[in-house]
């Protein structure tokens, strides 16, 4: 019989997860939120992953829990563990990834450099941070932001006055001066072993990744060496199972402090379908199923990954197909079953090659193809 994983969650990671499930011949199972999403193909089910009793009922039948994002709650999670499922990454180490105050905290207790940062309760404790910081700083919600939503630059405690109010404690962090970011990828299965992919830039635009450029520039044996520890003393010290992302600042003084944590696939590692001998989709399949994990190692000098944002208005990303394959036939084009929306991510290009500049024109171009 083959191996079955369950992936709670039908969007574009889940659906990123098929091919190489196909390819190994693991059984792959879908708990998607709605009828339609992106990993349709493999959506066995459709139902509330809040709700305990759907997500056990789609467990029953499957060899290991994992998932498309970190929101399951503590509650769901703690009751498939009760009810002798394995679930990776686990109840434990996703309250790290769904609380980033939580993480903060641990995170210290690691030892890993990360901006100053604090709890805050009110404008006074705000204020107080403020002015020991040159004035402004980063104020963020701790549970459920992503692609910069939940994320405020601020000069002024009254800036953060309406999410005071809610009467939960923020994050505050101290604002950055960082002349890139990069993201640190590395697998690690319950066994304990753990791989490190090669070091990336990603280049955001309004608060979105738009670009990966692996490995990234410039990026010597200190940086190299300093990301990947980083990444692996994290994913231990966490106890993460699967595929952990650490979305990295290196700043002005040439350090590198960490900024965000993902506990699964992540867009920093698209460029891996194209340009690493094993796919962070195949690598996770293989570290929530305790196998062997695959080598990280790029395939090429260079790999740049291009996110399609809102895609065309006029007319569907299909329509665009042709144009794009025709210009450029060297590149690989990922879509995600979405329909365009302005700012939404509905695909990505990759192209991968010996000169970056050449391999970041032909992603950038093919991308573009698919916008008006």
């Known amino acids: 019989m083959a191996l079955r994983v369950g992936v709670v969650g039908g969007g574009q990671l889940a659906r990123m997860m098929i091919a190489p499930a196909v390819e190994l011949g693991v059984e792959i199972r879908v708990l998607a939120e709605a009828e339609g999403m992106s990993a349709s193909l493999a959506a066995t089910s459709v139902g509330d992953y809040r709700d305990a009793d759907t997500v056990l ?23 498939l563990v009760d009810a002798g499922v394995a679930v990776r990454p686990g109840p434990d180490a996703l309250h790290y990834a769904q609380d980033k105050l939580a993480m903060r905290a641990r995170l210290d207790e690691l030892g890993m450099p990360q901006p100053d940062w604090a709890s805050v309760s009110d404008e006074d404790s705000l204020q107080a941070f403020l002015d020991d910081h040159g004035g402004r700083a980063v104020v963020k919600t701790p549970r459920g932001g992503y692609d910069g939503k939940g994320v405020r630059v601020v000069s002024r405690a009254s800036d953060a006055a309406d999410w005071l109010s809610a009467g939960a404690p923020l994050l505050v962090e101290e604002l950055v001066e960082f002349t890139r970011e990069l993201a640190q990828q590395v697998a690690r299965r319950p066994s304990g072993q753990v791989v490190a992919f090669p070091v990336v830039e990603t280049v955001q635009r309004d608060g979105v990744c738009a670009e990966v450029i692996a490995p990234a520039p410039h990026a010597g044996d200190r940086l190299t060496e300093a990301a990947a520890r980083v990444g692996t003393e994290i994913a231990e010290g966490l106890g993460v199972t699967g595929m952990l992302a650490v979305e990295l600042f290196e700043t002005t003084d040439e350090r590198i402090l960490v900024n965000e944590l993902a506990m699964r696939p992540h867009n920093s590692g698209h460029w891996t379908q194209d340009g690493a001998a094993t796919s962070q989709f195949e690598q996770h399949l293989r570290a929530v199923l305790d196998l062997p994990l695959g080598d990280p190692a790029s395939r090429a000098a260079w790999s740049v990954m291009v996110n399609i944002l809102g895609g065309p208005a006029s007319d569907s990303l299909d329509a665009r197909f042709a ?43 093919a991308a573009a193809r698919f916008l008006d």
Do not use: C, W
């Open 323 to 365: 144009a794009a394959m025709a210009d450029h036939p060297d590149a690989k084009i990922h879509t995600y079953g979405k329909t365009p929306r302005p700012g939404r991510k509905v695909g990505h290009v990759n192209a991968v090659g010996d000169d970056l500049d050449d391999v970041a024109y032909v992603a950038r171009s």
């Open 57 to 79: 009922a789609f467990a029953r039948d499957v060899d290991v829990v994992t998932f498309d994002h970190e929101h399951v709650p503590q509650p769901v999670l703690h009751a």
